[in-house]
């Protein structure tokens, strides 16, 4: 009784809109939805390991591969990328949402460990991606399908290539491009023709498009014979036998449709597995 005649008394001298404010203020902050933050999910993109270094696997970021925060046609873009799912993806034999998706990325390309698929942190990096909608026509770059040479491909690697990624492509001033911190083997990029076609239109970094198609697959053919990560469950990728002929390793629907197997490439053991030990 007291009390709530104590608070009533208080609130008549607060002017009439200021109690509105403070009411719709009240209401707004009340648990729930908070809204998507596109700048929050760039920054998260462009900084993965260090802002979610539970989920980080590698020292890679989105943005290594996805150049200019994606907007790089050349460097498989994201322009209208969340009008192009939910689709159907023969990797997975399934359909994939937007969010399944990414954490493929994360848990492939990043080795890290998968992200809640409805958590704030995919909520935001969708949220960003949401905002490259364009009508322009992305025009995919022309595909590097000839072999490589890996012999060739160190030579090339040397002058082209190690004064950033290092020597043994470990990483020096620009990330790892092999070993314990590059991507896992199960990532698009472990595939010998999607890595020459990165390379070929956008490496070396300050001179992209001038290696010959040929160096690049002879690079790619180099880079991808240096131990990386594994991907635990590779084998049941593709799972209709649909494998396209670069991956590296061989997979149980390749094996029941009788397709000649890839000769086994060296992995390292991974920092994170790649779902979370107690999904929901
Ligand atoms: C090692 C390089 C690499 C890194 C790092 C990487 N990706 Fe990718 N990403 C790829 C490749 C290769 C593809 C396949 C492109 C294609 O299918 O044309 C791809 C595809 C995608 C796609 C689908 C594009 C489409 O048009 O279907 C999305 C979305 C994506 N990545 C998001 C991410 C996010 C988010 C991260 C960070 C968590 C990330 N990627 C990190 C290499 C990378
Ligand atoms: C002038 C320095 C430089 C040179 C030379 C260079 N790169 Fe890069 N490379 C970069 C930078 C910078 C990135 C983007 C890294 C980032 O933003 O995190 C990158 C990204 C990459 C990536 C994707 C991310 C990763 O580490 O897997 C690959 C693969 C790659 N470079 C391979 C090569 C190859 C092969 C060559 C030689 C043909 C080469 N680069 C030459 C600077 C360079």
Same mark, same amino acid.
Do not use: L, N
């Given at each position: 009784m007291e009390v709530s005649c104590g608070v009533h008394s208080w609130i008549s001298f607060v002017p009439a809109a200021f109690t509105l404010a403070l009411t719709l203020g009240l209401t707004r902050a009340a648990p729930t939805a908070r809204a998507d933050d596109a700048t929050r999910g760039l920054a998260l993109l462009q900084h993965f390991p260090d802002s979610l270094p539970r989920n980080g696997g590698n020292t890679l970021r989105c943005t290594s591969c996805h150049l200019d925060d994606g907007r790089r046609e050349l460097a498989m873009p994201w322009v209208g990328v969340t009008t192009r799912y939910p689709k159907y993806r023969a990797r997975r034999g399934a359909i994939e949402t937007i969010e399944q998706r990414v954490n493929e990325c994360i848990t492939r390309s990043l080795a890290g460990r998968a992200l809640a698929e409805d958590g704030r942190d995919m909520r935001d990096m969708v949220s960003y991606l949401h905002t490259l909608q364009s009508t322009q026509v992305i025009v995919r770059p022309d595909s590097v399908r000839v072999d490589g040479d890996p012999g060739r491909g160190a030579g090339a690697y040397k002058t082209t290539c190690a004064r950033c990624h290092g020597p043994k492509a470990l990483g020096a001033l620009s990330p790892a /491009? =092999? $070993? @314990?911190h590059s991507f896992s083997i $199960? =990532? $698009?990029? =472990? @595939?010998q023709r999607v890595l020459a076609t990165f390379i070929r239109w956008n490496m070396p970094h300050d001179m992209p498009g001038t290696l010959a198609v040929q160096d690049a697959a002879d690079i790619a053919a180099w880079v991808l014979r240096l131990p990386r990560p594994d991907h635990p469950g590779k084998e049941r990728d593709w799972p209709n036998g649909d /494998?396209?002929?670069? /991956? =590296?390793y061989a997979t149980d629907g390749a094996g029941v449709r009788g397709l000649p197997l890839p000769a086994p490439r060296p992995l390292l053991r991974r920092m994170v597995a790649p779902t979370p030990p107690t999904s929901p």
């Open positions: /491009v =092999a $070993g @314990r $199960g =990532a $698009g990029m =472990a @595939r /494998v396209p002929i670069d /991956v =590296a």
